[in-house]
C-alpha cells in the first residue's frame, strides 16, 4: 500500500494538470468561437491573393462549410493556448528534476515554442505567397483553380508542421551535443552532409518548384549553423562555470 501511494499521487497529479491544460484550451477556442470565420479567411489569404479574379475555393461536403473553420480555428487556439500547456507540463516534471536540468529545460521549451511558431510564421509570410503564386501561374489556360477548403487546411497544416519542426533544429542539435550524444567537432565535419540532407528534407516536404524548396532548405542549413553556435556557447559558459567552481 505503501508502494502504490507515490504512484496514486502521481496520476492524480498528472489528471489535475492535464484537465487544467484541456481547461485552458476549451476556454481559448470557446473566446474565438465569434471569430472562426474571421480566422478561416486570413488563413486562406495568401491562396485567395494569388487567384484570377472570380475565382474561389469550393466546399464538396455539406458539413465542410462548418468544420474546417472550427479545426482552424482550434488550431489557433492550440497555439495561444501553449504558455499554459507548457506550464502544467513543466509543473507536473519540475519536482523530479535537479537543479542544473531546470536551468536547461526552461530556456530549451521558451525556445521550442518560439522557433515552432516562427516557421508558421515564415510559412505563412514568405512561402505561401511564393508556392501559391508558383501554382497560379503554372495552371494550364482553360483550368480553374479552385481547391477544396478542406484540402487545403490539410495542405496548409502540413507545411506548418513542417516547418515549425524544421525551425527546431537548433534545439535539437543542443540537446545532442549537450548529452554527450555528439560533439561540436563532429558537428561541423558533417557540415556538407547536413546541406545535401536539407536539400532533400526539403524536396520531399515542399510542392516541386525549386524556390519553395530552396526556402526550406537554406533556412534548415543556417539554423543548423546556429545550433552549433548556441551548443558550443553553452559548452564554454559550463566549463568557465566549473572552472570558478573549481578554483574557489
Known amino acids: 500500500m505503501t508502494d502504490s501511494q507515490p504512484l496514486l499521487a502521481h496520476l492524480i497529479e498528472l489528471r489535475t494538470r492535464l484537465v487544467r491544460a484541456l481547461i485552458g484550451l476549451g ?9 472562426s470565420g474571421d480566422i478561416y479567411h486570413l ?17 464538396t461536403d455539406v458539413t465542410t462549410p462548418f468544420f474546417v473553420p472550427m479545426k482552424v480555428t482550434m488550431m489557433v487556439a492550440f497555439v495561444l493556448a501553449l504558455p499554459n500547456t507548457l506550464y502544467q507540463i513543466w509543473a507536473f516534471v519540475a519536482p523530479g528534476l535537479y ?3 531546470k536551468r536547461l529545460i526552461v530556456p530549451l521549451i521558451i525556445s521550442s515554442v518560439l522557433l515552432f511558431i516562427t516557421g508558421m510564421a515564415f510559412a505563412y509570410f514568405l512561402v505561401f505567397p511564393v508556392v501559391f503564386g508558383f501554382m497560379s501561374a503554372v495552371t494550364p489556360e482553360g483550368v480553374s483553380m479552385m481547391t477544396d477548403i478542406d484540402n487545403y487546411l490539410s495542405f496548409v497544416l502540413g507545411m506548418f508542421i513542417a516547418f515549425g519542426i ?7 542539435v543542443v540537446l545532442l551535443v549537450r548529452f554527450g550524444i555528439v560533439d561540436i567537432a563532429k558537428l561541423k ?9 536539407a536539400f532533400i528534407v526539403a524536396a520531399v516536404v515542399t510542392p516541386p518548384d525549386v524556390l519553395s524548396q530552396v526556402m526550406l532548405a537554406v533556412p534548415l542549413w ?9 551548443a558550443g556557447w553553452i559548452g564554454k559558459s559550463e566549463t568557465t562555470r566549473a572552472n570558478a567552481k573549481d578554483a574557489a
Request: aromatic fraction near 12%.
Open 27 to 35: 476556454l481559448m477556442f470557446l473566446g474565438l468561437f465569434h471569430w
Open 189 to 197: 565535419e558533417a557540415r556538407p552532409y547536413v546541406i545535401v540532407g
Open 166 to 172: 524544421t525551425f527546431e533544429v537548433p534545439v535539437v
Open 99 to 101: 537543479a542544473h536540468e
Open 222 to 230: 543556417l539554423l543548423f549553423e546556429l545550433g552549433v553556435v548556441v
Open 43 to 59: 488563413l486562406a489569404k495568401p491562396l485567395m491573393q494569388v487567384l484570377p479574379a472570380g475565382a474561389h475555393m469550393i466546399a
